[in-house]
Structure formats: structure tokens, C-alpha cells
């Protein structure tokens, strides 16, 4: 029988492959990204192998140079992936067979579908790392224009109609909590891929005497203290994708946070607003209007946060209802995993850089926030602290706001004889309540938009990012 290209399974088998099946069936093209990943895990295992006595020292070491060889191949840009060999798995090993005899001793106690989960967890450990770094670098744009722009206020929101006096830095050191809570995301996913897989087989092991502890030992599959970390159910191990979910679940909330951002950012640079100008260097112009300066880079994020969901998506309609264990729809498990990595890494350095080159327009800001209907509610406190309930307070105010609808006025000009009447705890000094300054004092308590809770912020953020 001729033996064709399919080595690695082809024994079995009278009749190659179709063409069109070897199209359809192949992953190489896009799993050849976990080769630094599958290199460190082979390495790994037939460092075990030999431990074991499965191999001598030397094959090991001609098995480990060759892989190293492949591994400087593949960096530089030189070896030849081949579709007919599926996937990164099987292209490595057939071409280490090829310079290496012992090689055919690699895949001792293995499977691809331990292999594969172990690539991959090896894979996600990494691009948390990566995402995570990402994250710090945007938070360090945001955190810089917050402490360059300090004094600003502006309204803050609710229904998007004009709520509250804050701090603009305040409004941007929540973008801060945002991102850090999905930092700690990031890191709880890495550490829910630190369990090793190798071991587990197609489904169920194997009957030789391996050391899985080795194999994790030597990948850096460990806890704190070092001890190793080996997954418990071989068949849980090779049809388990939680990791694969909770992965592009950290990214799309990414996604989310960055949207958020983003929408912020577009109203605050609109003609309406003008809270801010864009960097030219992250906005696009118009072909026809030529006015026009187009906030692109946001409202891609928006539209980006989109796909992220739509890969989260497409994992969790991929392993509902899969029987256990293994079965090949999971190779379409990693285009939505990489993609996912890709964008987030990437929206996460447009976001840093345009925050990098963003204008804060503080004359604008400072009309905005002047609006004393801003502090209608400091009016409230105030007949609060002279014993008025906030019930009753509540409606005065609207009262007040009324009156000065209907005269046409804003709230602080009325004088005191025209609010008096409508109660009689609004004493002369009642317009005081309108004072900005004093009013951002008044926000003492943790979390608050005052001064002082800032500056602590300011102190916190500055020691967290280093
Ligand atoms: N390329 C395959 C994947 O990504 C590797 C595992 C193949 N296993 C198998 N039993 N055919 O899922």
C-alpha cells in the first residue's frame, strides 16, 4: 500500500483524502499560531518520557534539538506548513520524524486531544498576560489626562440629562475600576488555565507508566508554592472548553467597558457638547463634507465590542449539546479565541492612544457645569441640615425650580424675598447651596466626587499602576 502524506493516522486507511476534505478538514492555517505552545509541550513531554524510561536520555535529546530546530524554522519565517498534514500538531511532528528516528517515539502516551488542550492552556496563560498588559497601558493614558486636567468639573449624568457637579477626572477614574475589574478577570482565566492536560489521552489515559506531575512541573503548570497542577477527569480534560469561554467571556466585557468609553467620548466631542477634541491622528474626515471630523477610532470600539460577543457566541453554541469527550467541532473552537485576543489587544491600544492625544476644552466645561440646577439636590441637603425631611425638602425644591421656569431664570437668581415664601427654613443665605466649590467639598465620603476623595484616588491609581 502506498503510503501517502497522512502518516500519523493512515495506517487504517485504503483511500486518501479528498481533496475538498483535506480543505475543509485542515486547521493548520490558523492553529500554526499554538507552535511555540505545542513545542514547549512536546519538549516537555519527552523530557517525562525519558524520566519514565519510555525513552533513553538521547532520544530525548536529539527529540528536543530537532524540536528546537523546527521552533527557530518556524520564527524565521522557513518551514513549510503543509494542509495535507491538518493541523500544527501533525506538521511539526511529521517534519521532526523526518530529521529525527526517535521522533516516532514522541507521541508515546499521548493524543492530540491532550495535546491540543495543553497547547491551549499554555496558549490562554500567555494571552492573559499580553491583554493584562494592555489594560495597564490604557489605564496609564486615561490616568494621565485625568491628573493633567485635575480641576475640571463637569455635569455628570443620569438618562443622559444633566444630574450632578464631578470632578472630570472622577468620570475618568471610573473608566479606571472598570478596566482594573477586567484585569482581575483576565487573571482569574489564566489561573483556571494553569492545570496541565498532558496525561489524559485521547479520553481515558494510558496504560503506560507515565508522570503527569513531571510533564506539569516542567510546563510551569504549578500553584503558588510550586507544587504541580494536573487536571482530574481525563475525559472532563480533552472535552473541557470553559476556559476557551471565560476567555473571549473577559474580552467581550472588555469590549462592553471600551463601548461605554467610547460612546462617552463621541458625545463629548460632538458640536453638542464639545467637552473634548479628538486627536486628528485617530479620526477620519469626510469624502464629501468637508468639515467634517469623524470620531472613527471610537466608533469602532463600539463596533468591535460587537464581534467580541459574537465569538463568545460562537463557543458557547459550539459546545452545547457536545457528547463527551472529544469530537472535531472543537478545532472551530480557536478562529473565535484568537480573534478575540487579536481585537482586544488591539482596541485596547486605540483606545490608549487616543486618550493620548485628547483635548480637554475646559472653557466649554466650565459653562457646562455652571448650570446651578446642577445642585438643586445641595439645595435639599440644605434645608436637610436645618431639619427640614428630605421628603419635604424634595418638594420645596421643586418649587423653587418651578418658580424659576416660569420667571424665566436661572435657579441661583432668584432673591431670597421670591423663595422665602415657599418656606420658611430658606433663609438669606439659602443661595449658598449653589456655591460650586463648597458643593464639591460637601463630598466627603469614600467613592464621593469631592477633593479630597480625589486626590486620594489620584494616590491610589498612581501607587496601583506603578
Ligand atoms: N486540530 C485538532 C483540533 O484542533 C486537534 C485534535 C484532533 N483530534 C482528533 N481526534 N482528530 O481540535
Known sequence: MAKHAQATWGGRFSQKPADLMLKFSESVSFDRRLARCDIAGSKAHAAMLAHVG??????????????????????????????????????????????????????????????????????????????????????????????????????????????????????????????????????????????????????????????????????????????????????????????????????????????????????????????????????????????????????LLRGKSARLQGNLQTLLTLTKGLPLTYNRDLQEDKPPVFDSHDQTVLCLEVLAGTFTGLQILEARCAEAVSDPALLATDLADYLVRAGVPFREAHHVVGAVVKLAEGRGRPLNQLSHAEVQPLHPKLGPDWVSAFDLQQAMARRRGTGMPGPVQLRRQFARWKKLLG
Open 54 to 299: 519510555l525513552i533513553t536520555a538521547s532520544e530525548r535529546d536529539s527529540i528536543q534539538a530537532g524540536l528546537d530546530a523546527i521552533g527557530s524554522e518556524i520564527a524565521a519565517g522557513r518551514f513549510p506548513w503543509s494542509a495535507q498534514l491538518e493541523d500544527v500538531h501533525m506538521n511539526i511532528e511529521q517534519a521532526l520524524t523526518k530529521r529525527v528516528p526517535a521522533a516516532a517515539k514522541l507521541h508515546t502516551a499521548r493524543s492530540r486531544n491532550d495535546q491540543v488542550a495543553t497547547d491551549m492552556r499554555l496558549y490562554f496563560k500567555a494571552a492573559c498576560g499580553e491583554v493584562i498588559q494592555r489594560i495597564d497601558g490604557a489605564q496609564r493614558a486615561i490616568l494621565a489626562v485625568a491628573s493633567a486636567h485635575a480641576a475640571v468639573l463637569i455635569p455628570g449624568y443620569t438618562h443622559l440629562q444633566r444630574a450632578q457637579p464631578v470632578f472630570l477626572a472622577h468620570h475618568l477614574l471610573a473608566y479606571l475600576e472598570m478596566l482594573q475589574r477586567d484585569a482581575e478577570r483576565f487573571d482569574a482565566v489564566a489561573d483556571h488555565a494553569n492545570w496541565c492536560p498532558l496525561g489524559s489521552g485521547a479520553l481515558a489515559g494510558t496504560t503506560l507508566p507515565i508522570d503527569r506531575e513531571f510533564t506539569a512541573k516542567a510546563l510551569g503548570f504549578v500553584d503558588a508554592r510550586g507544587r504541580p497542577r494536573v487536571t482530574q477527569n481525563s475525559m472532563d480534560t480533552v472535552a473541557d472548553r470553559d476556559v476557551f469561554v471565560e476567555f473571549a467571556t473577559a474580552c467581550a466585557l472588555v469590549g462592553v467597558h471600551l463601548s461605554r468609553i467610547a460612546e462617552d467620548l463621541i458625545l463629548w466631542a460632538s458640536q453638542e457638547f464639545r467637552f473634548i477634541s479628538l486627536p486628528d491622528a485617530f479620526c477620519t474626515g469626510s469624502s464629501l463634507m468637508p468639515q467634517k471630523k469623524n470620531p472613527d477610532s471610537l466608533e
